[in-house]
């Protein structure tokens, strides 16, 4: 048995905020035996979720594609494209990443972090976690305490190098996210 490439070639895949709402968009160059294309969202790359579904065209030649969530989740999410052909064989887009702003600001004190501590000051409903994420995008979980609504205690990892990095806070409605420096 060998391996057959997908007969569906992605172009392009990106999203824009559009007043309240996230508009998907991709381009194919041929779509031979093509079937539909799934959408996926979630506030963590690893952990998206089924969105919707678009009916490819199925011919050869180029194709331009338009889907708008309206229902985008508010602070850092991302999208995946995923290509599935008549026999059931599938390709996966590269993720895109949109931030939509959220209700409230993200607050964190003190920062530069200097103790491996910091208090984050948040609009929203309950945390549900907490992490860092490095420039080359490694994810690093924190421990974190809430302490009254609105205000959570992060613990950050000791083995964590000095540098800057995205502290995210996913409750469970939002992803919030503030640059902070890590100091010590």
Request: aromatic share 8%; proline share 4%.
């Amino acid at each position: 048995m060998s391996a057959v490439p997908l007969p569906v070639v992605l172009l392009n895949f990106y999203g824009n905020k559009k007043d309240k709402n996230v508009v998907l968009q991709w381009n194919t160059g041929d779509e031979t035996n093509g079937n539909h294309f799934e959408l996926y969202k979630g506030v963590q790359p690893a952990s998206l979720q089924y969105l919707d579904k678009v009916n490819a065209s199925g011919t050869g030649g180029t194709h331009s594609y338009s889907y708008t969530d309206n229902n985008p989740m508010k602070g850092l999410s991302y999208y995946q494209l995923k290509l599935v052909d008549n026999n059931g064989a599938y390709k996966l887009s590269s993720v895109v990443k949109i931030n939509i702003d959220a209700t409230g600001i993200l607050s964190v004190f003190p920062n530069p972090v200097t103790n491996h501590t910091v208090l984050v000051t948040y609009q929203g409903t309950r945390v549900k976690s907490v992490q860092l994420i490095s420039a080359d995008g490694k994810q690093i979980p924190c421990s974190f305490n809430e302490l009254y609504n609105g205000q959570v205690k992060v613990s950050i990892p000791t083995s964590v190098a000095k540098g800057v990095y995205t502290l995210q806070l996913t409750t469970d409605i939002t992803a919030n996210s503030a640059v902070i420096v890590v100091s010590q």
